[in-house]
């Protein structure tokens, strides 16, 4: 607004109707925007237009109820203040708003509402006209009015310096609003003091409505002397207390807002803020960090003190320095280097992991002999439910250290690491510093769990914000994006657990230390039954062993009738279902018990009559009759329970897994194959059948590419080898494929396969087909494939062979190559299996056959062949 008559307001104005306050003319006010009609008037004419005019609204007080949110338009209020949007802001959370900063310029009047939707457009008069008063030197002009003006103008200006003499000078924004009283005109004051001093919206609509310059100093004067004398009370009330000299700083609080008015109780807030602020030094101070973090704090700290609490950085700041204080910078605890105690508390953990122990204790030996040792990154691989998260608790506990467990799976965001930088609404640290701030020490045992599992975004990739938290050469000064100073990570124990390498980048794997955990043989899988989940179970299902008995003959058909996994996830919920059943029991027989024990349900009469001076006939009568009715309900069951046969059919139903290897094998064209997947090992049947056709290879069961070009060589290989091998097509000729069709099928047809393991099984298979010999039922083998039929070395031996010893096979074929990998399997499977060691197909195939194959020039014995390991 200015004084100028030249200068006026569109004739037409869209009307922003807003119920969080009035905004006057002279005034700046934050408006937010969320309402449909409001909505639209931002989209259409603040954001689409491009002219100064297009951005002067109308600001119109809604009186109504904000939560009323109706479609209909509610009355106007008649007056109203022409604004200038100077900023318009947008945001989506918690729901799609935009907030609008207006000054305010002059005040209009409602003529005509033209239209309604999608936004409010009025026809408007302007209603601040100044012409007669641009200069204090009317005032001495002889008209009466103008006389009381002038003099209610002087008042006025008086009482506003008084105003602006009780605050501190020392804040920029107190002496910015000094000067402005002296360079604006006189007859701006009381709509600009107004906005700024402890009113209601009910008095601002007053001072609003006064249209006549004479009524608006009359409404506002009341309300500045008002204001003057809280001031006056509040400085009495403050010289009874000698250590607090502050002046009132209220207005330093609004000068940067001046739409927000300031109240006495909020000076009492500084000095809360004050009493905070050195509380948070004094932490600052003692929190012991590095001198790189304290200055950053100090730093901080100093811009805290000078920031008024109403700022929104206020609030970000403050929970920075609370985080940094809170973080264990030199909080540590003591590890436990009793290598013998911590032998004994590994093997009551868990049984068997033995690779796994043993790296354990040589941290602990070598920590007894360096104590500034580096935390190691260590990886568990190894299939679902083997107990890879359990060991790092158990590494915890045995260390003596802190554990945390952080979720990777599904991570698609490398802020979830590194944390956000502090330029962003809702701004927070990454999970590493979060879970050290829980901690509380800076040498915990994280457990970094699915590190296979993680994603890729727009937000980045987390793999990669994973390369500096587990490199041992650089995480002692892993920067956090929130923080922004580094933090020491050397001493935290990393543990990554993951169901397989593959999915790993090459990267991150190289900075992991990678132990494999194997599935567990069915000897291994009893052991663990019987020493920790059946007394888990027992103990969460409110059972005792007096109670619940499972025999160890039990625990194995459970573990071979009722399950077929590398670990013991599903072997726990059925040993789960039997305590449920088993509680059903008990719980009957301990109704039973207690109706036969109550006494008859009479009342005082009564029990005297026949319960205390009852005969022996009238006794001996009643246990009978009690026993009666014990027998038609249900009794209760022996104690303690014993789980038989019978019993787990009855509990668990029919069996789940039945060996049918003997039964697939009974023509030819069908071998069995060992496979390796991320939840163990498994044994697959290779089914192969001929027809009269055009000499092609057909291959079904989702095969991948490596698989089919196995099947290729396999068909090249006996081809070329039919002659020595004997094998013939349907009619008689020596070439396999001559007039004839082959249909190659890999079942389990919805699951996808894929790798260069099942060449050997392809070759015997057609072998088998073409020479019309069956397959040796007990015989299991994996191994790679050359044109020139060599057999070359494959992974995964140990999962493989626990599968097929789990199917209850007698021998496995493996590639000579991989003899070495037989280290690592249990003793009693290695004496219960006949492991054949081929380095060419030659002998795979005489140990695939009873008797060995046809053909093979000086076939090599059985026996001398077969080594039992």
């Known amino acids: 607004m200015s004084s100028n008559s030249g200068i006026r307001i569109p004739s037409r104005l869209p009307l922003l109707l807003t119920h969080e306050g009035v905004l006057l003319p002279g005034s700046t006010m934050r408006i937010s925007v969320d309402t449909a009609r409001n909505m639209q008037l931002v989209k259409t004419r603040l954001l689409k237009g491009t002219s100064l005019k297009s951005t002067i609204i109308g600001v119109i007080p809604n009186t109504r109820d904000p939560e009323l949110d109706t479609e209909d338009l509610p009355s106007l209020h008649s007056i109203g203040t022409a604004g200038l949007a100077v900023q318009v802001v947008g945001s989506n959370w918690p729901k799609p708003h935009y907030t609008l900063l207006i000054t305010g310029l002059c005040r209009f009047r409602v003529s005509q509402l033209l239209k309604e939707v999608p936004f409010p457009l009025a026809e408007v008069e302007q209603l601040d006209k100044l012409e007669q008063y641009t200069s204090p030197r009317n005032t001495s002009e002889a008209a009466t009015p103008e006389g009381e003006l002038g003099e209610l103008s002087q008042r006025f200006y008086q009482a506003a310096v008084q105003l602006v003499g009780m605050l501190d000078m020392s804040v920029p924004v107190v002496a910015k609003l000094r000067r402005l009283l002296d360079s604006l005109p006189k007859e701006t004051l009381p709509d600009v003091l107004a906005s700024m001093i402890h009113t209601s919206n009910k008095e601002k609509l007053q001072v609003l409505d006064a249209v006549s310059l004479e009524e608006r100093f009359k409404k506002t004067l009341p309300l500045l002397t008002r204001q003057i004398e809280g001031l006056k009370l509040l400085q009495k009330t403050r010289k009874s207390r000698p250590d607090d000299d502050k002046r009132v700083r209220a207005v330093g609080k609004v000068g940067k807002f001046p739409g927000r008015p300031f109240s006495l109780d909020e000076d009492g807030d500084d000095d809360e803020d004050g009493d905070d602020n050195t509380v ?15 200055r950053v704090c100090l730093k901080e700290l100093k811009r805290l003190k000078k920031m008024p609490q109403s700022m929104p950085e206020y609030a970000l700041t403050r929970n920075y320095l609370d985080l940094m204080v809170e973080l264990p910078w030199s909080k540590s605890t003591t590890d436990c280097l009793d290598i013998h105690s911590a032998r004994v508390l590994l093997d009551n953990d868990h049984y068997a992991m ?43 506990r045995t260390l003596g250290r802190e554990f945390h467990r952080i979720a990777l799976g599904g991570v698609c965001d490398q802020s979830d690491i590194r944390g956000h930088r502090r330029t962003y609404v809702g701004s927070m640290p990454g999970r590493i510093i979060n879970g050290l701030k829980a901690v509380g020490v800076n040498n915990p045992v994280f457990l970094l769990d699915e590190v296979d599992k993680l994603g890729k975004s727009l937000q980045g990739d987390p793999a990669a914000a994973l390369l500096e938290v587990l490199d041992p050469e650089q995480n002692h000064s892993f920067t956090d994006h929130y923080l922004n100073v580094a933090f020491d990570l050397s001493q935290v124990l990393f543990i990554a657990t993951a169901n397989t390498t593959a999915t790993i ?6 900075r992991m230390e990678v132990l494999q955990v194997q599935g567990y043989t069915q000897e291994e899988k009893v052991e663990i039954a019987h020493r920790h989940l059946i007394p888990h179970q027992l103990e969460q299902h409110g059972l005792t062993p007096h109670q619940l008995q499972i025999p160890q003959d039990t625990t194995l058909d459970i573990i071979s009738k009722y399950t077929r996994e590398a670990g013991v996830r599903s072997l726990e919920r059925k040993i789960g279902a039997i305590c449920r059943a088993v509680a059903v029991k008990v719980a009957e027989g301990h109704k039973v018990t207690k109706s036969e024990a109550a006494p008859p349900e009479s009342g005082p009469q009564g029990a005297e009559q026949g319960g205390v001076h009852a005969s022996e006939g009238e006794q001996r009568r009643r246990g009978e009759e009690a026993q009666r009715v014990s027998s038609d309900m249900a009794s209760p069951p022996e104690m303690p329970i014993v789980i038989d046969h019978i019993a787990l059919k009855d509990i668990l139903g029919p069996h789940i897994f039945e060996m049918e290897v003997s039964e697939r094998l009974t023509l030819p064209g069908v071998a069995i194959g060992l496979a390796w997947t991320p939840l163990g090992g498994e044994i697959m049947f290779v089914e192969a059948s001929r027809m009269e056709g055009e000499g092609q290879l057909t291959l079904t069961g989702q095969l991948g590419d490596v698989m089919k070009e196995s099947a290729h060589l396999a068909i090249s290989w006996l081809r070329s080898n039919a002659k020595t091998y004997q094998l013939t097509n349907l009619v008689g000729g020596l070439d396999p494929l001559e007039g004839t069709d082959i249909h190659l099928h890999f079942p389990a047809g919805a699951v996808t396969k894929d790798g260069p393991s099942a060449g050997v099984t392809m070759v015997t298979v057609l072998a088998s087909l073409f020479s019309g010999r069956l397959v040796r039922s007990d015989v299991a083998m994996t191994g790679e494939i050359t044109l020139r039929g060599l ?41 219960e299996l006949d492991f054949v060691g081929a380095s060419n197909l030659d002998e795979v195939l005489n140990a695939a056959f009873d008797g060995g ?13 077969t080594s039992k390991l």
Do not use: W
Request: aromatic share 2%; charged share 25%.
């Open 853 to 865: 194959f046809p053909g093979i020039s000086n076939p090599v014995t059985l026996p001398q062949i």
């Open 505 to 510: 980048p090459p990267a991150l794997l190289d």
């Open 791 to 831: 057999v070359l070395p494959v992974g995964g031996i140990k999962d493989k062979v626990l599968a097929a010893h789990r199917a209850g096979l007698k021998r496995v074929i493996i590639p000579k190559r991989n003899e070495k990998d037989l280290e690592e399997i249990p003793a009693n499977v290695r004496l």
């Open 280 to 294: 948070l030094e004094r932490k600052v101070k003692g929190a012991n960090m590095p001198e790189a973090a304290l």
């Open 354 to 396: 033995e690779k796994l122990k043993r790296r354990v204790l040589e941290y602990l030996a070598v920590r007894q002999l360096k104590s500034t040792l580096k935390g190691p990154i260590l990886c568990f691989v190894g299939p679902p439910g083997v107990g890879k998260t359990s060991v790092g608790r158990s590494i915890a």
